[in-house]
């Protein structure tokens, strides 16, 4: 089955030190995105890649890395510099190109709490 | 960052209840509508889809666009307790074009 793999479901990070959110899609789209959510918020973007080597920040980018040396991996590094990392987060993707009628497609998240 | 606007809820209706959510959306450019519905510790899942104006039944869902007022609405009947999750409705906005969701409306079907 197609889809779009998170993991670790859940992970906590301790002070000072950077974590990697993994997210794989089998669905052959270019498009690929992470997003924070926080209790009782709305989703907001954080970084977004339309094609391989290449990836933009979003609203949020503050204190996150991500790389896209493959199409089916878009990996999110939360670094120590991200003061608040405890939220939900998830990862979609899309067929691609912008302003086009994509439609988004998420994974099942993670949950990132801080130790 | 501006957010959707939708009914903020929470909402709470008895099983077998019609249930209206709504939201109003501010890019008149925005041409095509979607509905999002989220569990409670998972990933939105894609629940409708339309490209114009007027009503998109599917099952015990319809929705209906209004594009004149930038309206947007989604109809559950005969609701069910498994009906019970929060409700999205994105809008494209911004500069680069990235979909944009707000705090979504949760619905509590009681059995």
């Known amino acids: 089955d197609g889809g779009i793999t998170q993991s670790p479901k859940y992970l906590f990070r301790k002070e000072g030190q950077n974590v990697t959110l993994s997210c794989e899609q089998n669905l052959n789209h270019d498009a690929m995105y992470w997003y924070r959510q926080d209790p009782g918020q709305g989703l907001r973007l954080i970084y977004y890649?339309?094609?391989?080597?290449?990836?933009q920040k979003g609203d949020i980018a503050e204190g996150y890395s991500v790389s896209r040396e493959k199409k089916e991996s878009f990996p999110l590094t939360v670094t120590s510099a991200q003061k608040n990392p405890t939220a939900f987060y998830l990862c979609a993707s899309s067929i691609g190109g912008k302003f086009t009628n994509e439609k988004l497609f998420f994974g099942s998240g993670t949950q990132l709490s801080v130790l | 960052q501006k957010e959707v606007e939708q009914d903020p809820g929470p909402l709470s209706v008895p099983e077998g209840a019609i249930v209206s959510l709504n939201c109003t959306y501010s890019?008149?450019?925005?041409?095509?509508f979607m509905w999002y519905r989220q569990y409670s510790r998972k990933g939105p899942e894609l629940l409708m889809y339309t490209y114009s104006s007027g009503n998109k039944e599917d099952g015990r869902f319809t929705a209906q666009v209004d594009k004149s007022s930038k309206y947007i609405s989604l109809f559950i009947r005969d609701s069910q307790p498994s009906d019970s999750a929060t409700y999205l409705c994105p809008e494209r906005l911004g500069s680069q074009g990235n979909l944009i969701f707000g705090k979504g409306t949760k619905l509590s079907v009681k059995p």
């Open positions: 890019n008149s450019a925005f041409q095509y």
């Open positions: 890649s339309q094609i391989v080597n290449d990836f």
